[in-house]
């Protein structure tokens, strides 16, 4: 899928994220539960997929016909970053064939010392045909990844970060104040929880966007609901 078709297709749809950490009670050694959520979530419509390791992505690029959004966490001795944070995992991720490699941009530094716009760059350097998005928690830090090359800016960082601890919720204004100022298309990720919430990033300016907890983490929609009765 050539990049205007991958533009057209998740423009102001749904794009879920099916990921499953070692902790986690949906993680397999083998895998083969992430490809199931993928196919669930395609059948009721979702437009593309964000999902985490080679083997989960390419076992759900087996399972459904849908663009997606492809990141390795790994944690580093040094940095905050765990986001995709070395040339050594996009080079796994293009060779697995994802259509977005996303990587997180916030304002940390990288295990040699760049910056999130440096690293981008020598994505694009590399790979000049790969769309890459940036996972973000500042307009300012959306502004410089999208300078650097970056085709999307998510919001996916913001409330996870020191500068931005504290912001628990979907953060409106933030979304459209990036859709008005960064030239990188934004998508809308991270404390979407309902429906609603959804809809309304979307008219905040969100050009798509991405939700998980609130669909494919059973341990974290339980634990909303169980919160919710003993309140």
């Not at 669909?215 to 929609?221: G, L, V």
């Amino acid at each position: 899928m050539d990049k205007e078709a991958i533009f057209k297709q998740i423009k102001g749809g749904l794009i879920v994220s099916c990921q499953a950490l070692e902790h986690e009670p949906l993680y397999t050694k083998e895998g083969g539960v992430m490809p199931l959520m993928a196919k669930a979530a395609a059948q009721s419509g979702a437009v593309g997929i964000r999902a985490n390791t080679v083997r989960d992505i390419t076992q759900i690029k087996e399972a459904v016909d849908l663009p997606v959004i492809g990141i390795i966490k790994k944690d580093y001795e040094g940095t905050p970053m765990y986001i995709t944070v070395t040339m050594k995992e996009v080079d796994e991720l293009v060779a697995c064939g994802v259509d977005i490699l996303a990587v997180q941009g916030t304002s940390a530094l990288r295990p040699d010392g760049s910056t999130a716009p440096q690293f981008i760059a020598a994505i694009k350097e590399k790979y000049p045909d790969q769309l890459v998005m940036a996972d973000c928690a500042t307009l300012e830090e959306g502004i410089a990844c999208a300078g650097a090359g970056a085709d999307f800016v998510g919001t996916t960082m913001r409330g996870y970060t020191p500068e931005t601890k504290g912001i628990d919720d979907i953060d409106f204004d933030f979304i459209h104040e990036l859709s008005e100022k960064c030239p990188a298309k934004i998508i809308a990720e991270g404390h979407i929880h309902y429906p609603e919430q959804a809809k309304k990033a979307l008219e905040a300016g969100a050009f798509a966007l991405v939700v998980g907890g609130a669909i494919t983490r059973p341990a974290e929609i339980t634990a909303r609901f169980v919160s919710a009765i003993q309140k």
